[in-house]
């Protein structure tokens, strides 16, 4: 039990365009999701925290306008990296849980160009 | 949510068990302690998690010693596919969705 789906699994995009990841909870319903970015060979990074229904919170130092999301139902979250920069190349991962643990999408590569 | 101190790489024979330690020498009485292991280039894996008793689950045995100050993840019998990045995690659990917050970790290398 308890899988989070994340899609695409990589994406390659021109600098100035926009890109939409999906997260999405398969077998659960979850209120909340976690979006972390995480650059090669570092850690894992908190961006923001997607609340089901009401605005996201986004930690110290993220753009909220560049990095939007969305949460509209209880199994479904979305980021969107608006005008895309080749900086913003990344590893993007989604959580979710239902009750502890925290589980993990499979992670978006992105690329931007 | 208390720090926790890992050895920034550790190797491992194949099918030897394979000692993770974890220091989290401030951690709070109502603190759990998370492993998740890191396969490059995908999301984070839940292995255990444990607050004060030993466990143990179909992927690995988690021993938290009596101060709670430290814990070890055991890997039995580690094999090639064990090769990642474990993270060791200190967090309250409040029974509601609380981020987790992951440190530099102990890149694991099982050796054939």
């Known amino acids: 039990g308890a899988v989070v789906s994340q899609h695409p699994s990589w994406v390659i995009c021109k600098s100035g365009t926009s890109v939409k990841i999906e997260c999405r909870s398969l077998d659960f319903q979850a209120t909340t999701m976690f979006w972390y970015r995480q650059f090669p060979k570092q850690s894992l990074m908190l961006m923001a925290t997607?609340?089901?229904?009401?605005?996201?919170?986004?930690e110290q130092g993220v753009e909220k306008d560049k990095f939007l999301i969305n949460h509209a139902s209880l199994t479904l979250s979305t980021l969107t990296v608006t005008s895309a920069h080749p900086e913003d190349s990344s590893f993007y991962i989604c959580s979710a849980s239902a009750n502890s643990p925290l589980h993990f999408g499979n992670g978006t590569r992105l690329t931007v160009t | 949510d208390a720090k926790t101190t890992q050895p920034p790489s550790m190797d491992c024979a194949e099918g030897r068990a394979a000692n993770l330690p974890c220091n989290h020498s401030t951690i709070s009485g109502n603190e759990y302690v998370y492993w998740y292991r890191q396969i490059h280039s995908q999301g984070p894996q839940y292995i255990i998690h444990?607050?004060?008793n030993n466990e143990t689950n179909e992927m690995a045995s988690l021993i938290i010693t009596e101060d709670r100050k430290s814990s070890t993840l055991i890997l039995p019998h580690a094999t090639l596919r064990d090769t990642a990045v474990y993270y060791c995690i200190v967090r309250v659990d409040s029974g509601s969705a609380r981020q987790l917050t992951f440190g530099s970790g102990t890149q694991l290398t099982v050796l054939p």
């Open positions: 997607s609340n089901e229904g009401s605005k996201a919170t986004y």
């Open positions: 444990g607050l004060k």
